[in-house]
């Protein structure tokens, strides 16, 4: 059923511009007690594959923080993929909403995830997110010697230049931009797209306000 394809697409950061593709973005917002393996203090709840969140199945984890983790899910109502990102109840300074209200106002940028909804388990938070990756910082990790070649660095530098700038017009700063935070996306006008605005803040000149 989770047919995720996570392999190096370092073809999209070489290829020139495409059409503009259209994403499908879910905007109800539903609660769900959705089954959860105990957590100790206020570490990242672990859901089981074949856990129901609402419309989604969950499936394999693809990442974890240090009080969340990230999971591949499917919408069992149209067959879409999604990521869905979660974050423990116990956390004492909840960083997921403001990071899902930061998404909702980037959603006009191509250079960022699109978000689907929002809404809380028993013990955690979640939302959910276009599904994207593998990140740069896999990748690297993933071929040899450990670099890009010349043309593929110069092109990836544009790109991420490209989300950085983006981010900046809408009145944020990121304040962690690293490889494993700029996520590659299928197609070619925008293949990499910006992620984890957990450290964001909103920033406004004094002088243009």
């Known amino acids: 059923m989770f047919d995720v394809n996570h392999g190096l697409h370092l073809e ?10 259209r994403y499908f973005i879910s905007k109800s917002v539903k609660n769900n007690m959705a089954r959860v393996t105990p957590q100790q203090e206020t570490g990242p709840v672990s859901l089981e594959i074949g856990t129901m969140v609402c419309d989604y199945i969950i499936g394999p984890k693809i990442g974890q ?9 499917i919408d069992q109502t149209t067959g879409i993929l999604w990521a869905v990102k979660t974050e423990s109840s116990l956390v004492p300074k909840k960083v997921l909403p403001f990071e899902f209200q930061i998404l909702g ?18 013990e955690y938070t979640f939302f959910s997110m276009e599904l994207l990756g593998p990140s740069l910082s896999h990748i ?15 092109r990836a530098s544009y790109h991420m230049l490209k989300c950085i700038e983006s981010l900046h017009i809408f009145g944020f700063i990121h304040r962690d931009i690293k490889p494993g935070n700029i996520l ?7 293949p990499l797209c910006l992620i984890d605005f957990g450290l964001a803040r909103s920033f406004v000149n004094p002088e243009t306000a």
């Open 12 to 21: 999209n950061l070489m290829a020139p511009l495409g059409k503009k593709k």
């Open 65 to 73: 923080g240090a009080f969340g983790e990230i999971y591949c899910a």
């Open 105 to 122: 106002k980037l959603q006009e940028s191509p250079h960022f995830p699109r978000v689907g909804m929002m809404g809380q388990g028993p």
């Open 140 to 154: 690297l990790k993933s071929i040899p010697g450990g670099r890009f070649t010349f043309s593929t660095a110069l």
């Open 184 to 190: 590659t996306r299928e197609g070619t006008e925008h």
